[in-house]
């Protein structure tokens, strides 16, 4: 077989074979194959397309580049969950203890932010001690004696995917359906669990822009996932303004305790409970949707949630005090309110620039070596139909470092939008993929 004669089948609108996809992913992960040829076989991709199949056949020899999780030693049915990236979305940290207080145990491989988008891993790092660095028999270990665990990828997790990754960013190729999809779903289905709940954002803030975008690419995972054997559910979901009330790190930990205390902002908390029901019935501990709701609301409000969280941070080596104690999460130096300029309503709140200024603060990173400040973010106070009167404050910038402040503030500034009649309701769910029949 030869690299050359696969790029030209693809470039002219041709199927690759299973053997062909197979050649080039295996001879890139050995580094056997350059830059040069994956990229022009990628860009031939991007505009050819993948059928179904052959999106298969790329996600299976992803996850056959690397290592395979295996959780057979954790009881139940293992539901992971995944959000294609947003703002403001801890939704993991609050599901994670949740759903492993439900009775579903959650053993959870996550991220770190870049560009406009938080990360899982950075956020749990605000709390004093708590590594995510675990072997994968500590990672087991803690999900066996608190239901959850929360840690970094190891570096043979769908090696494939990682070069192909970085091969994209650099030549403009992430934006495909099949190689989103893929790229995802490679890393999901090595990560062993059972089943899995997807949350994939449409929106200013996401990958994909229009709602029927959004849906086509949670089909196209959904299809994945089932077509191997890991039933998939994927929730369709709004991200054209950040979720909840906070952007940066430890902020946003203290609205995920706030959450699962059930005093948590109303979209953070309808969101987290939709994909929390997804995940109790996936994972066979409720039977239709109200059963499941009231399992999530009742473990919120007997604390039982909030004590697996607890449990969680002792494990992996964290002061569990911060929990009741919020003031023990980083804080930063200075407060700054921005103000209204006029009256009207928020028309909008655009999501990657809000995303874009809190980074700024040094909430996040442009390069995956930066620093980030996990105390530094943004407190929303006013979001999309909010009435404002001039004066008003719209948000709070926690900060450490005025030059930083003047810089994100500008940035903030500019991802506000008004109108004087109040602007018309999105919703925040937009679908439900691939949910089984019982309602
Ligand atoms: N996240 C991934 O892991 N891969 C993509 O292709 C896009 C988002
Ligand atoms: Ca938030």
Avoid: W
């Amino acid at each position: 077989m030869r690299m050359v004669d696969i790029i030209k089948k693809k470039r002219d609108g041709g199927k690759l074979s299973k053997d062909e996809i197979e050649y080039f992913v295996e001879n890139y992960a050995r580094e056997d194959i350059p830059d040069y040829q994956a990229s022009a076989l990628l860009m031939a991709i991007f505009f050819q397309d993948m059928d179904d199949e052959e999106t298969v056949h790329l996600t299976e020899s992803m996850v056959h580049s690397g290592e395979t999780v295996d959780l057979s030693a954790i009881g139940g049915i293992k539901v992971d969950k995944h959000s294609t990236g947003g703002v403001g979305d801890t939704t993991t940290i609050i599901l994670g203890p949740l759903v492993a207080s439900c009775g579903v145990p959650v053993a959870k491989i996550s991220g770190r932010g870049l560009g406009h988008t938080g990360g899982t891993l950075d956020k749990l790092e605000s709390i004093d001690g708590l590594t995510v660095d675990l072997s994968i028999s500590e990672f087991i270990g803690c999900v066996k004696k608190a239901g959850v665990a929360v840690v970094g990828a190891t570096k043979d997790l769908a090696p494939a995917d990682k070069r192909l990754y970085s091969l994209r960013d650099v030549t403009a190729t992430v934006n495909n359906i099949s190689l989103i999809a893929s790229s995802i779903m490679s890393k999901k289905i090595a990560a062993g669990s059972d089943k899995i709940v997807l949350d994939v954002k449409k929106g200013q803030g996401a990958f994909m822009k229009s709602t029927e975008e959004a849906r086509e690419l949670a089909e196209a995972m959904t299809d994945i996932g089932n077509g191997m054997g890991k039933k998939t559910v994927a929730v369709v979901s709004n991200m054209d303004q950040p979720l909840g009330c906070t952007v940066g790190n430890s902020l946003e930990v203290k609205e995920a305790i706030r959450t699962l205390k059930g005093e948590g902002p109303e979209d953070l908390e309808e969101l987290c409970f939709s994909l929390g029901t997804q995940m109790l019935m996936l994972g066979g501990a409720a039977d239709d949707v109200s059963e499941a709701e009231e399992k999530l609301r009742s473990s919120m409000d007997d604390g039982s949630a909030l004590d697996t969280f607890e449990k969680m941070i002792e494990l992996q080596g964290g002061d569990p005090r911060c929990v009741d104690e919020l003031h023990l999460l980083p804080q930063a130096e200075y407060r700054e309110e921005i103000k209204a300029e006029r009256s009207g309503h928020v028309k909008k709140l655009n999501a990657r620039e809000v995303g874009r200024s809190a980074a700024l603060l040094g909430a996040g990173r442009e390069k995956k070596s930066d620093i980030i400040e996990l105390s530094a973010g943004i407190e929303l106070k006013k979001k999309i139909g909010d009435e404002v009167v001039e004066g008003d404050v719209l948000a709070v910038m926690h900060h450490n470092d005025k030059q930083k402040f003047e810089k994100g503030k500008k940035k903030l500034k500019g991802a506000y939008e008004f109108s004087v009649k109040e602007p018309k309701a999105e919703p925040l769910i937009y679908d439900i993929i691939g949910q089984e029949e019982k309602r």
